[in-house]
C-alpha cells in the first residue's frame, strides 16, 4: 500500500518533466526571438556568423575571389579603378575600398609570437612582401565583413552590434585557421581572404577564410 | 475669449514666421538641426549643411537643441509647422529621437541624420555616421603607440545616452585590452563637456597622480583634462582625443596633446544635404539608409593639414 502511494507520487512528480519534454520537441517560436533578446550582442552576433559561416560567407567568398596577381598591380596603378573593376561596391562614399582575393605565394618572413600574428608574403617573387596574412588570435580591422556584401549596416542595431559582427567573424576566421608551427620562411602557402584599403600606400593586411601551406 | 485665443494664435504664427526666414528661394526651406554650437564640431556640421543647401538653392533654418530632447521635439515640430522639405539632424539621443523623426514622416518631411544614429532604422532616409569603431581603433592604436604598450591611463568617456560614447569606449579597448601592460586606473564620463572634463580630470590626478595618459571620447573632454594637466604641472602626460577640431589641432602643433581622430563633419553634414535634395527631386537617395564614414588619425605629422572637420591633400 505503502510502496503504491509512494510510486503514484513519484509518477506524479515525474509528470511535469515528461510534459516539458513537450515543449522541447515542439518549440514555440517565440521562444527563439525570446532567447536572443535575452542573448549580449557579442552572443548575438557569435551566434549569426556561427548560423552563416560555412554556408553562405564562405561560398561567397570563393566566389567573389579576384587573382591576387590581377588585383596587386591594378592598385598599384589606381586605387579607384581597381576598385571598381575587382573590389566590392562601396557601401557608402566614406567607405574605404574592399577586395576579396586569392593565390599563393612564398613566405617571406612571419611573427607567430604576437597576439596579432601573421605571415608575411611574396606574390610576385620579387623576394619582396606585397601582403600579411592575419593569423590571430588578434585579427584586426572589419575586411571580412565590409567584404560581404549581405551584411548590411542598415540591419542592424547600431555601430555597435555591427562592430560585434566584424569581431566575430575575425574570430571564427582566426579559428578556423589550421596551419603547421613554426615560421614558415620559404613555404608556398595558397590563400583566400578579404583586405580593405582605405589608401593606396596603406599595408595590406588579408583576413583568410582559406589559408594551406604547400603550393 | 475667442478673440483673445485668435490673437494668441496670430501672435504664434508671426512669432514663428519672425523666427524663419522668408521663402524666397525656389527649392523651399531646409531645417537644420544640431547640438549646441559650443562644440566646434557642431558648428562645422550646421555650417557645411548650411552652405550646401543655400548652394542647391534652398532656404535654411538653423537650430540647436542643446542635447535636450524635448526641446528637440518642439523644434521638429516647429519645422513640421513652417512646412520644411527636408529635417538634417544630430539628435538629442538614440531612443527619445525616434518618435521626432516618425513624427516628421508622418507629416511627409523626410530626416537625414548625421553623427549619431537612432536605435530604429525605416524611419529616418538617411543615417550618415562616422565609422567610430574604426576611428577609435586607430586612435587607440597611436596611443598604445605614444605610451611605449605600458602604463596607467585613464579614460574619459561621452554622454551614456549617445551610442558615440559607448561604441568609442568599446574600439577603444578592443584594442588597448590587448596590451597587459596597459593598465586602466580611472575611467569616468564627463558627458562630452570641457568643463566637466577639467574636474574630472583633477579628480582622477589625485586619486591617481602616476597616470602616464589619458584616452578621451571627444575632442573638447581632451581640451578640459589637457586644461587640468597643464594647471597641475602634468605636461608629461599623453591625451589623445577624438573628432578633429582646430583647437586640438593647434595643441597638437603646439606639443600639447599628442593625437585627435578626424570625423569628417563638414562633408558628412554636405552629404546629407546632397542626399536630401535628391530624396526631394527623384524619391530616392540611391544609398543604403545608414552609411558609415571612415575617421583619419592626426597627428603631428598631418596636423597642419587640418581645418574646420576637413582634411586638405
Same mark, same amino acid.
Given at each position: ?11 506524479? &512528480? ?21 532567447? &536572443? ?43 579607384? &579603378? ?13 567607405? $574605404? ?39 590571430? $588570435?588578434?585579427?584586426?580591422?572589419? %575586411?571580412?565583413?565590409? %567584404? ?27 579559428? %578556423? ?25 596603406? &599595408? ?12 | ?12 504664427? /508671426? ?23 559650443? =562644440? ?29 530632447? !524635448? ?17 538634417? /539632424? ?66 574619459? /568617456? ?5 551610442? !558615440? ?25 564627463? !558627458? ?6 577639467? *574636474? ?17 571620447? !571627444?575632442? *573638447? ?77 592626426? =597627428? ?12 586638405? =591633400?
Amino acid at each position: 500500500m505503502t510502496r503504491t502511494l509512494m510510486t503514484a507520487t513519484c509518477l506524479l &512528480a515525474l509528470l511535469p518533466m515528461v510534459s516539458g519534454c513537450k515543449i522541447v520537441k515542439n518549440p514555440d517560436p517565440n521562444d527563439a526571438e525570446h532567447a &536572443a533578446a535575452q542573448m549580449t550582442d557579442e552572443e548575438r552576433m557569435a551566434a549569426l556568423v556561427a548560423e552563416v559561416y560555412e554556408p553562405k560567407l564562405l561560398p561567397y567568398m570563393d566566389e567573389k575571389a579576384q587573382e591576387i596577381g590581377a588585383v596587386l598591380p591594378a592598385i598599384a596603378s589606381d586605387l579607384n &579603378a581597381a576598385g571598381e573593376s575587382l573590389g566590392i561596391p562601396k557601401a557608402s562614399e566614406g567607405s $574605404p575600398w574592399n577586395f576579396v582575393a586569392k593565390g599563393e605565394g612564398v613566405v617571406i618572413a612571419s611573427n607567430r609570437e604576437s597576439r596579432a600574428a601573421k605571415l608575411e608574403v611574396d606574390v610576385n617573387g620579387d623576394n619582396e612582401a606585397d601582403l600579411s596574412i592575419q593569423l590571430g $588570435p588578434v585579427i584586426k580591422g572589419t %575586411a571580412l565583413r565590409d %567584404a560581404t556584401s549581405f551584411f548590411v549596416f542598415t540591419d542592424f542595431r547600431d555601430q555597435i552590434e555591427f562592430a560585434k559582427l566584424a569581431r566575430a567573424l575575425n574570430d571564427q576566421a582566426g579559428a %578556423a585557421i589550421e596551419i603547421p608551427e613554426g615560421d614558415l620562411v620559404g613555404q608556398t602557402v595558397s590563400f583566400t581572404g578579404a583586405f580593405s584599403l582605405p589608401r593606396q600606400s596603406d &599595408a595590406i593586411l588579408l583576413v583568410p577564410v582559406h589559408l594551406a601551406v604547400g603550393g | 475669449m475667442n478673440i483673445h485665443r485668435r490673437l494668441l494664435v496670430s501672435a504664434l504664427a /508671426l512669432g514663428i514666421a519672425g523666427a524663419l526666414p522668408s521663402f524666397a528661394a525656389a527649392e523651399g526651406l531646409i531645417a537644420i538641426i544640431t547640438p549646441s554650437h559650443d =562644440n566646434p564640431f557642431f558648428k562645422a556640421e550646421a555650417i557645411g549643411a548650411e552652405a550646401k543647401a543655400k548652394e542647391l538653392g534652398y532656404d535654411t533654418v538653423v537650430m540647436v537643441h542643446d542635447d535636450d530632447a !524635448n526641446k528637440q521635439s518642439e523644434l521638429f515640430d516647429s519645422a513640421i509647422a513652417s512646412g520644411a522639405k527636408a529635417i538634417i /539632424l544630430d539628435n538629442a539621443g538614440a531612443d527619445a529621437t525616434v518618435s521626432a523623426v516618425q513624427r516628421a514622416k508622418d507629416a511627409g518631411i523626410p530626416s537625414f541624420l548625421i553623427d549619431r544614429e537612432i536605435t530604429a532604422s525605416g524611419v529616418a532616409v538617411s543615417q550618415i555616421v562616422s565609422n567610430n569603431y574604426q576611428g577609435a581603433q586607430v586612435g587607440a592604436e597611436e596611443f598604445v603607440t605614444l605610451m611605449g604598450e605600458e602604463g596607467k591611463y585613464a579614460e574619459l /568617456l561621452g554622454r551614456e545616452s549617445d551610442t !558615440n560614447a559607448g561604441i568609442r569606449s568599446s574600439g577603444y579597448h578592443d584594442v588597448i585590452d590587448q596590451y597587459p601592460d596597459m593598465e586602466m586606473v580611472a575611467q569616468q564620463s564627463a !558627458n562630452w563637456s570641457q568643463t566637466e572634463a577639467y *574636474t574630472v580630470m583633477e579628480t582622477m590626478l589625485q586619486a591617481n597622480p602616476d597616470i602616464k595618459g589619458v584616452i578621451s571620447g !571627444n575632442d *573638447t573632454m581632451a581640451m578640459g583634462a589637457w586644461a587640468a594637466l597643464k594647471a597641475a604641472g602634468r605636461e608629461d602626460v599623453i591625451v589623445v582625443g577624438f573628432d578633429g577640431s582646430n583647437d586640438v589641432r593647434d595643441s597638437i602643433l603646439e606639443g600639447g596633446i599628442k593625437a585627435t581622430v578626424l570625423q569628417p563633419a563638414y562633408r558628412q553634414a554636405q552629404l546629407a544635404v546632397e542626399q536630401a535634395d535628391m530624396y526631394i527631386k527623384t524619391g530616392s537617395t540611391g544609398a543604403e539608409e545608414k552609411q558609415l564614414m571612415d575617421c583619419v588619425l592626426i =597627428n603631428g605629422d598631418n596636423a597642419s593639414n587640418l581645418e574646420t572637420f576637413a582634411l586638405a =591633400n
